[in-house]
């Protein structure tokens, strides 16, 4: 029964992630200039809504808020001293900020204001995240929207599921590392009607597990990040005795926070799900026009 029961919710995830886009909505909330509070609690003014906005490394959030030709990455490491022209905002992760001061001085020497991120450790700091990137990007619509499209998501799993048992989960990188408290990824198996068994452990953060350390903590279910090998989830499905879902998405810092709560309801209550994502997303989809 595995495989049919696989096929059907790698159909109902693709399904999913066809539906993932939100629309784009342009009504402002005000008029720039705006000041705004970065991830690391620094304020910065924007003088004027960027036409253009420079991320150093990756940055899922942004990525959702400004879509596009809008979005200039720069290389890590990135130069001392961009080409600044036409650049009205820089995003950067803490520990890029740190680790090229002089970018961030040229930034600053240029007129660009400079917003900070840091991980996103929960499900409210993504929607902080999103509404504080819409305001400083002019962007509020979309930060909205998309602020929206992942509440309709919780309430209609919440109704879905209510009433099931919560599926005791263990997520795992082909490198056996697990993510417990203080995650992400903990948030959104909640959200989808699970318990994280690491954080439930009391793990901190991210911790490497051995074979004795899986059994302990006696998942119902492990979660897969992307890379494993055929072989090891053989192995790893003989000797944990527990059902195996590999996951399309990084559990880290997954790219849509809304599209990976639905693959994990998927993941985890796969007859209760299915329906109701069949029923929201009918077939043939096409990506929502931005």
Partial sequence: MRRPLAALIAAA????????????????ADPFPRTV????????????????????????????????????????????????????????????????????VSAEAAGVPVFVTTPLASLDAYRQRVTALGRATGRDGRAAALRTRLERRVSALDAALEGRPRVRALVLTPERYTFGQGTLISDLIAAAGGVNVAAEAGYDDIRQMDEAAIRALA????????GWAAGEIAALREESGARIVP???????????????????????????????LTSFPAPLQPTPR
């Fill in 37 to 104: 509070s970065d991830a690391a609690g620094h304020t910065l003014t924007v003088s004027a809504r960027p036409e253009t906005v420079a991320v150093v490394g990756d940055d899922p959030a942004l990525a959702q808020v400004v879509e596009g030709a809008a979005l200039r990455a720069l290389p890590v490491p990135p130069p001392d001293a961009p080409a600044w022209d036409g650049i009205g905002l820089l995003v950067v992760p803490d520990l890029y900020a740190t680790a090229y001061p002089a970018l961030i």
């Fill in 247 to 277: 996951l399309p998405f990084r559990p880290t810092q997954p790219d849509d926070p809304a599209a990976a709560l639905l693959a994990l309801a998927l993941a985890l209550h796969p007859a209760r799900t299915i329906p109701w994502v």
């Fill in 219 to 226: 998942p119902d279910a492990i979660l897969l990040a992307p």
């Fill in 13 to 28: 995830l693709i399904l999913t992630l066809l539906a993932a886009s939100a629309p784009l909505a342009r009504a402002q």
